[in-house]
């Protein structure tokens, strides 16, 4: 923007014969902020348009785990990590609100991408799957507090009352590498990179995670 500005500043001055005076650090200052401005309001529109493209997949994905009523009006997607402070920090509010509106769907993307112990947790979780004790153990490893360890995972897995052994087999199954490398692939296609990241009814929330107020989120959702 501002070697556009220069040129024009130059092609005047030879059409005047006089020299133009440079832009003034304000001026600059406001270019630039006009000029990220625009390439912000280009990318959310991106993202947004990657969303819509892919939204069956995201909220429909039958390998994602669920919590909530299946028949739900909004459908909130959270990418996230158990070893996120972020995302734990957050829990609180989401369980209170899927405890308070029964039309509201939760959909889990798997997205170990912050510690080792990420990618453990996230297949035992998944493999916990086959055992129908997901919810409980994703809640009890998302409340535990601390650095998660490689015993805390499996000691929270006996804990929710699975059986460790079938637990540890499955989690190296093709199916749980496949879930996972899908979800990583959701989050490149909509330019996710980083935990949590919380998407209401195909609409990418912005906030963060510490300011989000889902109830006004979902209330807004359903407005649309």
């Given at each position: 923007m501002l070697c556009r500005f220069a040129a024009i500043c130059l092609s005047l001055s030879l059409v005047t014969g006089s020299a133009?005076?440079?832009?003034?650090?304000?001026?600059?200052?406001?270019?630039e902020?006009?000029?990220?401005?625009?390439?912000?309001?280009?990318?959310q529109a991106d993202v947004s348009q990657r969303i819509a493209a892919r939204w069956r997949q995201l909220a429909n994905d039958p390998a994602a785990p669920t919590i909530g009523n299946?028949?739900?009006?909004?459908?909130?997607?959270e990418f996230f990590d158990y070893t996120c402070p972020y995302c734990k920090?957050?829990?609180?509010?989401?369980?209170?609100?899927?405890?308070?509106d029964p039309k509201v769907r939760l959909v889990l993307k798997e997205f170990p991408i912050l510690a080792p112990e990420s990618m453990i947790a996230a297949r035992a979780a998944l493999a916990a799957?086959?055992?129908?004790?997901?919810?409980?153990?994703?809640?009890?490893?998302?409340?535990?507090?601390?650095?998660?360890?490689?015993?805390?995972?499996?000691?929270?897995?006996?804990?929710?009352?699975?059986?460790?052994?079938?637990?540890?087999?499955d989690m190296?199954?093709?199916?749980?590498?496949?879930?996972?490398?899908?979800?990583?692939?959701?989050?490149?296609?909509?330019?996710?990179?980083q935990t949590p990241a919380f998407i209401v009814n195909g609409r990418l929330l912005g906030n963060?995670?510490?300011?989000i107020d889902f109830r006004r989120e979902v209330a807004a959702a359903r407005r649309r």
């Amino acid at each position: 923007m501002l070697c556009r500005f220069a040129a024009i500043c130059l092609s005047l001055s030879l059409v005047t014969g006089s020299a133009l005076a440079a832009p003034s650090a304000a001026d600059r200052a406001a270019i630039e902020k006009a000029t990220a401005a625009k390439l912000d309001a280009a990318a959310q529109a991106d993202v947004s348009q990657r969303i819509a493209a892919r939204w069956r997949q995201l909220a429909n994905d039958p390998a994602a785990p669920t919590i909530g009523n299946a028949r739900a009006d909004v459908t909130i997607v959270e990418f996230f990590d158990y070893t996120c402070p972020y995302c734990k920090a957050v829990e609180p509010r989401l369980e209170a609100l899927l405890k308070s509106d029964p039309k509201v769907r939760l959909v889990l993307k798997e997205f170990p991408i912050l510690a080792p112990e990420s990618m453990i947790a996230a297949r035992a979780a998944l493999a916990a799957k086959g055992q129908g004790k997901y919810t409980a153990y994703h809640n009890a490893m998302m409340r535990f507090e601390g650095r998660l360890t490689e015993a805390d995972i499996f000691a929270m897995a006996k804990a929710a009352g699975l059986n460790v052994v079938r637990l540890k087999r499955d989690m190296n199954t093709p199916a749980v590498s496949d879930q996972i490398i899908s979800v990583f692939n959701q989050a490149r296609g909509i330019r996710v990179f980083q935990t949590p990241a919380f998407i209401v009814n195909g609409r990418l929330l912005g906030n963060e995670s510490a300011l989000i107020d889902f109830r006004r989120e979902v209330a807004a959702a359903r407005r649309r």
